[in-house]
């Protein structure tokens, strides 16, 4: 079928229905595959990332909608105002579920709104309204406050104080609950002054074949329960992986300085669980939920903090008290702050002064009330802006002499796992096309004692180089066929509790077509490669796939790690070769009109 989009040109204040050709649905699913499409398709060349002309996309894929578990998530695509390339946030939750039951598959949103306004889709209908009741407000408020208003069946996404502010990695937050990450489509969806955009689901979509459905999804749940991964997973979040990125030494002090960050020791997975008395939510039926928060002694929910916030206002920034650190990771929920780009450029930022570089003397490492009070000023409008607001790739040009350790690759902030610890995701890190952030494709997998039996080639130990080319780039198709489907890429890729026949079987009995596993890689490649065009074409910063000075050529002096640099050019040239593309990175004329682009 052909999908549906909403389409809200915001400079006339209209909305207007628009069916994508058919086409799109069979080579990109939906989702982020079709956002790709659009984004191509629709954003004129030479468009600023905060301008009018700028597109944001707000996409789901056809299982979602549908009753399936773990399929009520959202991918938000633009162009990044960060690296000038594709941006894709992602969120699970419930509000890509209910934009489907009220009929839409995705958003399109050009134009900006001349006050702040917020957008409501019910019954197949947009209407767009004032927002002046909820500016100023921190993502649950506005939340509690649209959902008072609109009814309790009312799903919110939106940005908070941080991007109303200006902040380059303000991030979209959902349901008060899901921050979309990585960076960069929050802060393009505050420039169009769009404050919420708030969905009234309708009917369950339909299912070709609901029995076969069903029979797929029970054996997920079956996998996941007997899974001690899955578990883990379901316990502690992505914390699970903290220990073993301590054993395998990526976790590193003071912004990549120091080998052993020793004053972590008292932050642990444990730790941080029996902090408080916790609730877990995810997408409705999902047998991993993937969001948690504490129960506080005043009533008010507390973000559970995730392995970015551990790893990057721990390790980085070098926070020890947990209690602190649970502070910051709820302060960026709440002003809608990506928790990886906050914590990099607070640790950059603390570098720079004590260098020199910067005089400003107000950071410390390890200084927690500096670092909460910075991160409360970036939800602040400030008379002249802040440098912290900029990111690390515009802050590094401020500060001569800073690119050697500033910790971003294409202009965006790389989460704190070090990448000198573990070739497999240096290798992401460094190749992904929306900028430094692993997570673009959830390698996971070299960090697991025994990773699943269905990744190609044999594990080898996380600073070889044999078979991460090929690990790696089954993890950016499987991914990418994830988001356009609309399934949750933490069941499936985080906890592994999905496999790409499952993937395939569930596709094929809702849209009523033989989809294969080699479908899917096909369609997973087809986007991959679609990403990379537009980064080469788009982006306004270096595009050369490499890492900062400090984790490419200065290895650590202590820790697990220790001596140890990532086999870049190595790496580089198995994943080129691999992708079909040539000795330069550049997807060949072959290989382009063998996936149809």
């Not at 997920?220 to 316990?235: F, K, P």
């Not at 069941?491 to 009523?512: C, I, N, R």
């Not at 490669?529 to 900062?548: G, I, K, N, Q």
Request: net charge negative; charged share 20%.
């Amino acid at each position: 079928m052909p999908l549906l989009a909403l389409r809200l040109h915001l400079d006339a204040g209209t909305a207007q229905t628009e069916l994508l050709p058919p086409t799109v649905e069979q080579e990109y699913l939906g989702g982020r595959g079709a956002a790709v499409w659009v984004l191509q398709q629709y954003l004129p060349a030479g468009t600023g990332p905060l301008s009018r002309a700028n597109v944001l996309v707000l996409s789901t894929g056809p299982l979602s909608g549908a009753g399936i578990a773990a399929t009520g998530g959202f991918v938000a695509s633009t162009r990044s105002p960060l690296t000038g390339a594709i941006a894709h946030s992602w969120a699970q939750g419930s509000w890509g579920g209910a934009l489907r039951r009220a009929g839409f598959d995705m958003v399109i949103v050009d134009g900006r709104s001349e006050t702040w306004c917020v957008v409501v889709i019910d019954a197949g209908r947009a209407t767009i309204e004032p927002a002046d009741d909820l500016v100023g407000l921190d993502t649950r408020a506005t939340e509690q406050r649209l959902r008072e208003r609109l009814g309790e069946g009312t799903s919110v996404l939106c940005v908070g104080p941080a991007g109303e502010a200006g902040v380059a990695y303000a991030a979209i937050v959902a349901e008060g609950r899901y921050m979309a990450e990585p960076a960069g489509t929050g802060a393009v969806m505050a420039a169009k002054r769009i404050k919420a955009i708030a969905v009234r689901g309708g009917a369950v979509r339909p299912l070709h074949d609901a029995a076969k459905v069903q029979l797929v999804s029970a054996g997920i749940e079956r996998r996941s329960a007997s899974s001690e991964l899955a578990q883990g997973i379901r316990q502690f979040g992505s914390t699970y992986y903290l220990p073993f990125v301590k054993e395998w030494g990526a976790l590193a002090g003071r912004n990549g300085q120091d080998g052993r960050a020793q004053h972590l020791q008292l932050i642990t997975r444990t730790a941080l669980a029996q902090r408080g008395k916790r609730e877990q939510f995810g997408c409705e039926g999902c047998p991993l939920p993937c969001h948690a928060h504490y129960n506080s002694k005043g009533g008010d929910p507390v973000a559970y903090p995730e392995l970015e916030a551990i790893t990057g206002f721990g390790g980085s920034c070098g926070l020890t008290n947990p209690d602190g650190l649970i502070i910051a990771n709820d302060l960026c929920l709440r002003l809608g702050l990506d928790v990886a780009s906050t914590s990099a450029a607070l640790a950059f930022m603390t570098e720079c002064q004590q260098v020199g570089l910067s005089r400003a003397g107000t950071l410390a490492w390890g200084d927690e009330d500096a670092i909460l009070q910075a991160i409360t000023k970036l939800g602040q409008q400030q008379e002249k802006r802040e440098l912290l607001s900029l990111g690390v790739g515009e802050m590094q040009e401020v500060f001569f002499g800073s690119a050697a350790f500033a910790p971003q690759v294409k202009g965006l902030a790389m989460p704190a796992l070090d990448p000198r610890a573990l070739n497999e995701i240096a290798l992401a890190t460094a190749t992904a096309p929306i900028g430094g952030d692993f997570r673009y494709a959830m390698p996971y997998e070299e960090l697991l004692p025994e990773p699943p039996s269905w990744l190609p080639d044999e594990p080898s130990h996380p600073q070889a180089v044999k078979g991460k080319a090929s690990r790696l780039i089954w993890h950016e198709r499987f991914a990418a066929a994830l988001d356009s489907a609309g399934l949750c890429r933490r069941l499936a890729l985080m906890a592994y509790q999905v496999t790409p026949t499952d993937l395939a079987e569930l596709l094929s009995a809702a849209l009523g077509r033989a989809i294969s596993g080699q479908d899917l890689a096909k369609i997973g490649e087809r986007i991959i490669t679609a990403e990379r065009m537009f980064m080469r074409r788009h982006a306004t910063v270096s595009a050369e796939d490499t890492l900062a000075a400090r984790w490419r050529d200065q290895p650590l002096k202590d820790g697990r790690a220790a001596g140890h640099l990532p086999a870049l050019s190595d790496l580089l040239a198995e994943y080129y070769k691999r992708h079909g593309w040539d000795e330069h990175g550049d997807p060949t004329p072959k290989r382009l009109a063998e996936l149809g682009l």
